[in-house]
């Protein structure tokens, strides 16, 4: 029972570079989430997917784009990375009746 | 739009010792979920409890306890003989309400508590 799988965990880009930060999750949950995680802001949502087929912006989405690959995956892409984009990552998942379930992060330097 | 405030940016004490953390939130939905998660120093996230709004009995799991008052907007989390386990990142969590999106949950965080529990 793995739950919300992210990879890497790990990643240090160059400016400009880009990524994609993969998530996955085997609940059968219909709902996908990415937040990121900064030191005295909480975690603030960057996309989300309602179900499989959606996605919509959230607080910041700015600087990344999503795709809601089929049910279980729900990627995330940095397509010039900006050292504003250091972050540690999360992926979570639910449906109605569950609380959200996280992965175990992604931390990520731009250099 | 929601909001959840921490105030409490770090909380240090010795170990046994009871700890409070406070967490006040806005909304203007009638309807809506209140979460606490622990992140403790490996990193995770760890689901703590889920409260709906129309349920403001307090919860109690063992030495965890929550108080959540509608009146005064607050959502508070209690630890009742601390151990230095409990050391970690606590954040309260807001939804907000996803209307006609079965199971779609926007939760809004707060900045997120540091207790750190000394032996």
């Known amino acids: 029972n793995a739950g919300v799988t992210q990879t890497p965990k790990f990643q240090v880009l160059k400016t400009g570079q880009s990524m994609t930060l993969q998530c996955a999750q085997d609940m059968n949950h219909n709902s996908m989430y990415w937040y990121r995680q900064d030191p005295g802001m909480g975690l603030r949502l960057i996309y989300y997917s309602a179900s499989e087929g959606t996605t919509d912006k959230g607080e910041v989405p700015n600087g990344y784009n999503v795709s809601r690959l089929n049910k279980r995956e729900f990627s995330l892409r940095l397509e010039s990375a900006a050292p504003s984009q250091t972050s540690v990552y999360f992926c979570?998942?639910?449906?109605?009746?569950?609380?959200?379930?996280f992965g175990n992060g992604t931390r990520l330097t731009v250099t | 739009a929601q909001k959840v405030t921490q105030a409490q940016t770090e909380i240090s004490v010795v170990e046994k010792e009871d700890v409070t953390l406070d967490c006040v939130y806005e909304t203007r939905d009638t309807t809506y979920y209140l979460f606490w998660y622990k992140q403790p120093p490996s990193g995770e996230l760890v689901f703590l409890i889920r409260r709906n709004s129309f349920d403001e009995q307090n919860e109690i799991s063992g030495r965890y306890s929550w108080n959540f008052q509608k009146s005064t907007s607050s959502f508070n989390f209690t630890i009742t003989a601390s151990q230095v386990v409990d050391s970690a990142v606590y954040f309260c969590?807001?939804?907000?309400?996803?209307?006609?999106?079965?199971?779609?949950?926007?939760?809004?965080f707060g900045q997120g508590t540091r207790l750190t529990i000394n032996p």
């Open positions: 979570a998942s639910t449906t109605g009746s569950s609380p959200l379930h």
């Open positions: 969590a807001l939804s907000e309400a996803m209307r006609g999106i079965q199971g779609a949950q926007k939760l809004v």
